[in-house]
């Protein structure tokens, strides 16, 4: 038999240690027709976390080493998440096209597509958005609804009371499994037929956070209380661990999925993956230890 020599393109992974990232980088290798190349600003938490591929050091803030760490790429996954720096997303891209990179695929969100959202993280999006369609490279747009694993922010009061507090119990989100968005970024870095594409990233139905916690509970085996916060609770939660104008979007995309504007279920995983949306229980199952089950560990390239 007669082994094709030619090398493995490579594929570039910026957010490796994040939820998607790391996710993206499993996915690669475990695909195994790409070289995994991750792109992080400490190459040693990226061994420890057992990450697949060569980590080489780099930062969104300075050009010239995120343009040597891009150099050979064929195609880079981007995630950026600071919007006090639109730079990031501009050194990414004249990063790419100095390097000779041919695909960009970027996290963006479902809300970009709203006119009604108009808060300071979905207008950078926007913003990113447009800097990537106008850099003349080949680009796909990733946007996801809000990840099923921001349940995890309900573990320890689950483990511990029993107890999921949240703002506005009632209001439905189209929430996706961050696995079928890292599932989406693999078969967009990997195909040429994916540039030029935008996916709406949802789960199969929307969910209200007492919808969440009764699922959670009927996986776990025992019953939850949801206890739902004031807008000055939740403020007061949120300003203990992001700065204001993060704290002033999680408010305004709070009262906008209240209103019934983040429920509609889209067929971007679909499209990406062939393949439907896992639901909230899968996901539940997949992390019950971290809410206090008995089970066994997460298969390889999960994410807690």
């Not at 080493?65 to 050979?72: D, F, H, N, T, V």
């Not at 946007?143 to 999921?164: H, K, T």
Request: one cysteine or more; proline letters at 7%; glycine letters at 10%.
């Amino acid at each position: 038999m007669i082994r094709d020599a030619r090398p493995r393109p490579v594929v570039a992974v910026t957010g490796a240690t994040g939820t998607v990232g790391r996710l993206v980088a499993h996915g690669l290798a475990a695909d195994g027709s790409a070289e995994v190349r991750l792109l992080v600003r400490d190459p040693d938490k990226a061994a420890r976390a057992g990450l697949p591929g060569r980590a080489v050091a780099a930062d969104f803030g300075e050009a010239a080493p995120l343009r040597e760490a891009l150099r050979g790429a064929e195609a880079v996954f981007v995630v950026t998440g600071d919007p006090l720096r639109p730079d990031h997303d501009e050194n990414v891209i004249a990063a790419a096209r100095a390097a000779g990179v041919r695909r960009v695929v970027k996290l963006s969100a479902l809300a970009v597509l709203d006119p009604g959202a108009q808060d300071p993280l979905t207008r950078w999006q926007r913003d990113n958005e447009e800097r990537l369609r106008a850099s003349g490279l080949d680009w796909t747009l990733l946007r996801p609804r809000a990840f099923m694993s921001n349940a995890l922010g309900w573990a320890a009061s689950v483990r511990e009371e029993g107890v999921v507090r949240g703002l506005y119990g009632s209001g439905r989100n189209a929430c996706v499994d961050p696995r079928d968005v890292a599932d989406a970024a693999v078969r967009a870095l990997l195909d040429p037929a994916c540039a030029g594409r935008s996916y709406a990233l949802t789960g199969p139905e929307p969910l209200s956070p007492r919808d969440q916690t009764d699922t959670l509970g009927e996986v776990l085996g025992r019953p939850l209380e949801f206890v739902e916060l004031t807008e000055d609770e939740a403020v007061e939660r949120w300003r203990s661990r992001w700065p204001e104008h993060l704290v002033r979007a999680l408010l305004e995309g709070a009262r906008r999925q209240r209103d019934g504007a983040k429920a509609t279920v889209a067929e971007g995983v679909r499209e990406a993956t062939g393949r439907p949306p896992r639901g909230f229980a899968d996901w539940v199952r997949a992390h019950a230890h971290v809410f206090g089950a008995v089970a066994a560990a997460p298969p390889a390239g999960d994410t807690v």
